[in-house]
Nanobody
Framework: QVQLVESGGGLVQPGGSLTLSCAGSGRAFSTNAMAWFRQAPGKEREGVAAISWNGGRIYYAESVKGRFTISRDNAKNTVYLQMSSLKPEDTAVYYC?????????????????????WGQGTQVTVSS
């Protein structure tokens, strides 16, 4: 069993930066791939970034490439999402998720059905 708790959300101006954290518990955390998803009002949940158990394989959605960075510290059981050059369209509830396996599927890493544990989400609002 893996429990996930996100933090770090808030209100930020366009062009600003924010770092989200996802603290995990459970022995399987450090051996599982992790991902960040987001869901804006009236929209489907979308994959933002994913990272393998050792950080050696990383994927990003095209909409965030070059602006967001996913990383993890297995010693701290924590996954991070560094967000910069934020835009109003980045406004959403951000969720972290844990996969049952160590490697994100290259063709399905962004599919929420690939992940079996989820955090409660943290709100990110980008507005002036």
């Amino acid at each position: 069993q893996v429990q996930l708790v996100e933090s770090g959300g808030g209100l930020v101006q366009p062009g600003g930066s924010l770092t989200l954290s996802c603290a995990g518990s459970g022995r399987a955390f450090s051996t599982n791939a992790m991902a960040w998803f987001r869901q804006a009002p009236g929209k489907e949940r979308e994959g933002v970034a994913a990272i393998s158990w050792n950080g050696g394989r990383i994927y990003y959605a095209e909409s965030v490439k070059g602006r967001f960075t996913i990383s993890r510290d297995n010693a701290k059981n924590t996954v991070y999402l560094q967000m910069s050059s934020l835009k109003p369209e980045d406004t959403a509830v951000y969720y972290c998720a844990s996969s049952p396996g160590p490697w994100p599927d290259t063709s399905k890493w962004y599919d929420h059905s690939e992940y079996n544990y989820w955090g409660q989400g943290t709100q990110v609002t980008v507005s002036s």
